[in-house]
């Protein structure tokens, strides 16, 4: 059984950081690029990052270029996303999710974790 | 970047009615559309992949059809456990983008 396990969410100022983990288990994780997706309180889902099997090629929305980095360790089955300059904006549920089996085109999510929740404000 | 225009953002019916929601983009996707159902406090579920292929254990009355920029999710019959939003969702470049979703209500 697949399962994708978000932590590291919380309550940060403005301007700091935090790092979430996503712990997954069930399936071959090397072979699988991986992904978060946000969603504000209310409001519709928000692709935020993706990374590939191995880790070398990542992408990002705009929004958070240079504030966040994704990130990898195939040998702890773990992707991780340290967010930094946290703004008031970015509070949201974060989702990890594992891409499908693709030949072609980019991320589509089988699996998410349940989210974890990162609410940004003083 | 893609945008994705859903239509209704929110629709009422009943138990046993047929409805469709449109989803389009702003540029051609050929058949890189994804759709996914959200119920409250869940995370979403994928549903349909590259426009019409329904994922494993979708009961069948979900079909979803189209290429290029417009597209659709048909519910033939309604049932009580599909009162959900639902997201359409490009693949064909990144930035991934989502519609900003279509919430089902009981009528």
């Known amino acids: 059984e697949v399962q994708l396990l978000e932590s590291g969410g919380g309550l940060v100022q403005p301007g700091g950081s935090l790092r979430l983990s996503c712990a997954a288990s069930g399936f071959s994780f090397s072979s699988y690029d991986m992904g978060w997706v946000r969603q504000a309180p209310g409001k519709g889902l928000e692709w935020v990052s993706g990374?590939?099997?191995?880790?070398?090629?990542?992408y990002y929305t705009d929004s958070v270029k240079g504030r966040f980095t994704i990130s990898r360790d195939n040998s702890k089955n773990t992707i991780y996303l340290q967010m930094n300059s946290l703004r008031v904006e970015d509070t949201a549920v974060y989702y990890c999710?594992?891409?499908?089996?693709?030949?072609?085109?980019?991320?589509?999510?089988?699996?998410w974790g349940r989210g974890t929740l990162v609410t940004v404000s003083s | 970047d893609i945008q994705m225009t859903q239509s209704p953002s929110s629709l009422s019916a009943s138990v046993g009615d047929r409805v469709t929601i449109t989803c389009r983009a702003s540029q051609s996707i050929s058949s890189f559309l994804n759709w996914y159902q959200q119920k409250p406090g869940k995370a979403p579920k994928l549903l349909t992949i590259?426009?019409?292929t329904l994922q494993s254990g979708v009961p069948s009355r979900f079909s979803g059809r189209g290429s290029g920029t417009d597209f659709t999710l048909t519910i033939s019959s309604l049932q009580p456990e599909d009162f959900a939003t639902y997201y359409c969702?490009?693949?064909?470049?990144?930035?991934?983008?989502f519609g900003q979703g279509t919430r089902l209500e009981i009528k």
């Open positions: 590259s426009a019409s």
């Open positions: 990374i590939s099997n191995s880790g070398v090629d990542t």
């Open positions: 999710a594992k891409d499908s089996p693709r030949t072609d085109g980019y991320f589509y999510f089988d699996y």
């Open positions: 969702q490009q693949s064909y470049t990144t930035p991934i983008t």
